[in-house]
């Protein structure tokens, strides 16, 4: 029952024979049986107890505790108000409206209850969210850990305090897609994983296994089962690396075989589901799937929380659950990015009112493995992916050839050392539920190619020198520039350098890689055009080391052993990459003044071991910057001036709450784990990248 403002709480007790059963200013409602003893307590919280003849009783040492803003009410009074003798005490609660407008009439009445029967099953409530976290960069990270301005009230929102509250009522929540390897690469950098992994242990913190993978409503793409199945067993192990728990429960936002779930799992859920729904636990073959779920669509749900905690219609929807029985819950969650469950105080405040209503209880993983299983056909399990409408790119290759072929090389140097970063690029580009940012990922797939040229060195390092190995499946001849120890791959459009690998002692070390191997679609969505590939973005470079202005001119190339040169028609650009026994060497020739961009990274697998950011250090100089990963070290140099933005910058203030008002430096929006160097050059300059494995 929801207490009003504008009400009175009457409590008939029966304790005697005899009595009456009409209530005193009530209007058109009776009590369920003759009570002897009758407690009130009006708006202004005042007491009094009348007995069935209408006199007033006095010394039964009533004590009660009113909480307006948790809808509580705590009511204690002397045993001599019941018979213990007697086998028929009952009580039952009534509220009436006390307003001007409508004094006497019934609001609300509990059912009769015996003195001693038991309590009704409490309403149980799993809490259930998606969209938990987001850490490609540090300020996204941030922003998503303890943001400012950024909840859907723009108030300071945040996983911190959802995580904060749980832990301080003791009150388990699910994160459904929390454990990707973006994430929690991101956590590890900011020193979360260990409390994460205690939350976990203490059984407040219920994180799956997840997949990856979404191809979106309109796929350009099939892919065989085993592709998801490969992305759930690498996800799983980047999970283990930083030592979470193992999970029981996996999650998923499509999956193509609903009969070939991966082993090993006692639940299958999808990974978005919607809040305020009525749901329970059934067994589909040998595991429990989510089953007779009702719900609205999300357009239609109304917030679980405002800043008093649970809104009135979540508490409406509790009360309709009351006494159903155990096989049934209501979830409550969703989309954590949109709800105010990552405010400051509303999570405290939900908590707080669940503490002090003992009817409802909130579910944890040992509920769930518990709770007997109903048989339902209306089960809900990860969707099964749309058909695949291929698009066609210009050279007449369709995306699903293009998608044969990536798994064709993928599986061709699936023990080269280098196939983590190409399974890791394969991924990304695949999780895209969004229809646009499918297509962007779509036409950026091609890239993938230059991972597997390096792969194919890799194998067999050797000097190569060639401008005519189409690398990215476009039908226009591309750059390789090769020795027994480095090598770099170019496109001929722009004259650019795409990536770029070291072979040391202990193996392959990757040193430039352009900023769509980890992550697509950065900028806004109204901003993008698919149709232009790893241009189609704006803030992406497109490439390793590139110059803005020069990404549409087809340059002429001229290459001898050790060297490419670019340079446009009129000779007033012109770029040569010559190759050092541990770099490159670039000396350029511009007529007007250009931006040069060059992205420097090492080894970016690395980031999904733990302590990965503890191993990496950086120094720079007006001309000059070291970053060290491990054993890899990378200097560059000029003879110009270089603008440095790591991503490891603001490290130090990561720990802290974000504040809209500090400068984290342009470091702070790189992605993990690269640097940013600019340099504005004219004339007759040049760049040199040393790469040392010592």
């Given at each position: 029952?929801?207490?009003?403002?504008?009400?009175?709480?009457?409590v008939?007790?029966?304790?005697q024979?005899?009595?009456?059963k009409?209530?005193?200013?009530?209007?058109?409602?009776?009590?369920?049986?003759?009570?002897?003893?009758?407690?009130?307590?009006?708006?202004?919280d005042?007491?009094?107890?009348?007995?069935?003849d209408?006199?007033i009783?006095?010394?039964?040492?009533?004590?009660?505790?009113r909480n307006?803003?948790?809808d509580?009410?705590?009511?204690?009074?002397?045993?001599?108000?019941?018979?213990?003798?007697?086998?028929?005490?009952?009580?039952?609660?009534?509220?009436?409206?006390e307003s001007?407008?409508?004094?006497?009439?019934?609001?609300?009445k509990?059912?009769?209850?015996?003195?001693?029967?038991?309590?009704?099953?409490?309403?149980?409530?799993?809490?259930?969210?998606?969209n938990?976290?987001?850490?490609?960069?540090?300020?996204q990270?941030?922003?998503?850990?303890?943001g400012?301005h950024?909840?859907?009230?723009?108030?300071?929102?945040?996983?911190?305090?959802?995580?904060?509250?749980a832990?301080?009522q003791?009150?388990?929540?699910?994160?459904?897609?929390?454990?990707?390897?973006?994430?929690?690469?991101?956590?590890?950098?900011?020193?979360?994983?260990?409390?994460?992994?205690?939350l976990?242990?203490?059984?407040?913190?219920?994180?799956?296994?997840?997949?990856?993978?979404?191809?979106?409503?309109?796929?350009?793409?099939h892919?065989?089962t085993?592709?998801?199945?490969?992305?759930?067993?690498?996800?799983?192990?980047?999970r283990?690396?930083f030592?979470?728990?193992?999970?029981?429960?996996w999650?998923?936002?499509?999956?193509?075989?609903?009969?070939?779930?991966?082993?090993?799992?006692?639940?299958?859920?999808?990974?978005?589901i919607?809040?305020?729904?009525?749901?329970?636990?059934?067994?589909?073959?040998?595991?429990?799937?989510?089953?007779?779920?009702t719900?609205?669509?999300?357009t239609?749900?109304p917030?679980?929380?405002?800043?008093?905690?649970?809104?009135?219609?979540?508490?409406?929807l509790?009360?309709?659950?009351?006494?159903?029985?155990?096989?049934?819950?209501?979830?409550?969650?969703?989309?954590?990015?949109?709800?105010?469950?990552?405010?400051?105080?509303?999570?405290?405040?939900?908590?707080?009112?669940v503490?002090?209503?003992?009817?409802i209880?909130?579910?944890?993983?040992?509920?769930l493995?518990?709770?007997?299983?109903?048989?339902?056909?209306?089960?809900?399990?990860?969707?099964?992916?749309?058909?695949?409408?291929?698009?066609?790119?210009?050279?007449?290759?369709?995306?699903?050839?293009?998608?044969?072929?990536?798994?064709?090389?993928?599986?061709?140097s699936?023990t080269?050392?280098?196939?983590?970063?190409?399974?890791?690029?394969?991924?990304?580009m695949?999780?895209?539920?969004d229809?646009?940012?499918?297509?962007l990922?779509?036409?950026?797939?091609?890239?993938?190619?230059?991972?597997?040229?390096?792969?194919r060195?890799?194998?067999s390092p050797?000097e190569?020198?060639?401008?005519?190995?189409?690398?990215?499946?476009?039908?226009?001849?591309?750059?390789?520039?090769?020795?027994?120890?480095?090598?770099?791959?170019?496109?001929n459009?722009?004259?650019?350098?795409?990536?770029?690998?070291i072979?040391?002692?202990?193996?392959?070390?990757?040193?430039?890689a352009?900023s769509y191997?980890?992550?697509?679609?950065?900028s806004?969505?109204?901003?993008?055009?698919?149709?232009?590939?790893?241009?189609g973005?704006?803030?992406a470079?497109?490439?390793?080391?590139?110059?803005?202005?020069?990404?549409?001119?087809?340059?002429?190339?001229?290459?001898k052993?050790?060297?490419?040169?670019?340079?446009n028609?009129?000779?007033?650009?012109?770029?040569?990459?010559?190759?050092?026994?541990?770099?490159?060497?670039?000396?350029?020739?511009l007529?007007t003044?250009?931006i040069?961009?060059?992205?420097?990274?090492?080894?970016?697998?690395?980031?999904?071991?733990p302590?990965?950011?503890?191993?990496f250090?950086?120094?720079?100089?007006?001309?000059?910057?070291?970053?060290?990963?491990?054993?890899?070290?990378i200097?560059?140099?000029?003879?110009?001036?270089?603008?440095?933005?790591?991503?490891s910058?603001?490290?130090?203030?990561?720990?802290?709450?974000?504040?809209?008002?500090?400068?984290?430096?342009?470091?702070?929006?790189q992605?993990?784990?690269?640097?940013?160097?600019?340099?504005?050059?004219?004339?007759?300059?040049?760049?040199?990248?040393?790469?040392?494995?010592?």
């Open positions: 029952m929801q207490v009003q403002p504008d009400s009175k709480v009457l008939a007790i029966d304790s024979p005899g009595g009456a009409q209530i005193p200013g009530l209007i058109g409602v009776d009590a369920d049986f003759n009570w002897d003893s009758l407690i009130e307590i009006n708006k202004a005042q007491i009094f107890v009348i007995n069935s209408g006199a009783e006095n010394n039964l040492r009533l004590w009660a505790i307006r803003q948790q509580n009410l705590v009511l204690s009074f002397a045993c001599s108000l019941l018979q213990p003798a007697y086998p028929h005490n009952k009580i039952q609660v009534f509220l009436v409206n001007a407008s409508a004094p006497g009439r019934s609001i609300d509990s059912t009769a209850v015996n003195w001693d029967s038991p309590p009704p099953p409490p309403v149980q409530v799993l809490l259930y969210f998606y938990t976290f987001a850490g490609l960069t540090p300020a990270a941030l922003k998503h850990w303890d400012a950024t909840g859907p009230d723009s108030a300071r929102h945040g996983l911190v305090h959802l995580l904060k509250a832990e301080d003791r009150i388990p929540v699910l994160l459904a897609d929390l454990a990707t390897p973006q994430n929690l690469s991101a956590l590890d950098y900011m020193g979360l994983t260990a409390s994460i992994r205690n976990e242990d203490q059984g407040l913190a219920i994180i799956p296994d997840v997949s990856t993978i979404s191809l979106s409503s309109n796929p350009t793409i892919l065989p085993w592709v998801y199945q490969v992305n759930s067993e690498y996800n799983r192990n980047v283990m690396r030592n979470l728990g193992e999970s029981e429960i999650t998923a936002q499509e999956w193509p075989g609903s009969l070939n779930f991966p082993n090993g799992y006692q639940f299958i859920f999808p990974q978005t919607s809040s305020q729904l009525a749901a329970k636990i059934c067994n589909w073959g040998s595991i429990k799937v989510f089953c007779s779920i719900n609205k669509p999300k239609e749900l917030p679980d929380l405002d800043s008093q905690g649970l809104t009135t219609d979540v508490k409406r509790l009360l309709s659950q009351a006494g159903k029985g155990d096989q049934q819950f209501i979830i409550l969650g969703g989309d954590f990015g949109e709800s105010a469950w990552g405010n400051v105080d509303e999570p405290q405040l939900a908590f707080s009112y503490k002090n209503h003992p009817w209880r909130f579910l944890g993983l040992y509920d493995q518990t709770m007997p299983a109903s048989f339902d056909d209306t089960i809900r399990l990860p969707n099964v992916p749309q058909q695949a409408i291929p698009i066609t790119f210009e050279n007449g290759l369709t995306s699903q050839e293009l998608v044969g072929k990536i798994i064709d090389e993928t599986l061709a699936k080269n050392p280098l196939s983590d970063a190409e399974w890791q690029m394969f991924f990304q695949l999780d895209s539920p229809p646009k940012r499918h297509l990922t779509t036409y950026s797939m091609r890239e993938v190619g230059y991972l597997f040229a390096a792969a060195w890799a194998e050797r190569i020198t060639n401008c005519d190995e189409d690398i990215d499946w476009d039908g226009i001849g591309d750059c390789i520039l090769a020795s027994q120890n480095i090598f770099l791959a170019f496109q459009k722009g004259g650019s350098l795409v990536v770029g690998f072979k040391e002692k202990d193996g392959y070390h990757q040193f430039a352009p191997q980890v992550a697509n679609g950065l806004d969505a109204f901003r993008w055009t698919p149709e232009q590939g790893v241009y973005d704006p803030d470079l497109g490439a390793s080391i590139v110059e803005p202005s020069f990404k549409n001119i087809q340059f002429q190339n001229n290459s052993p050790g060297q490419i040169s670019f340079a028609p009129d000779g007033r650009i012109r770029k040569d990459y010559i190759l050092k026994p541990n770099g490159v060497s670039i000396n350029y020739i007529q003044p250009q040069v961009q060059i992205q420097l990274t090492i080894d970016p697998w690395l980031r999904f071991s302590g990965w950011s503890n191993q250090y950086s120094q720079g100089l007006s001309n000059q910057l070291f970053i060290r990963q491990n054993s890899i070290a200097q560059l140099s000029s003879n110009l001036e270089l603008q440095s933005n790591i991503f910058t603001s490290r130090q203030y990561m720990t802290n709450p974000e504040d809209p008002n500090f400068d984290y430096g342009l470091g702070h929006y992605l993990f784990p690269y640097s940013l160097v600019t340099v504005n050059g004219h004339g007759e300059f040049w760049i040199d990248i040393t790469v040392d494995g010592n």
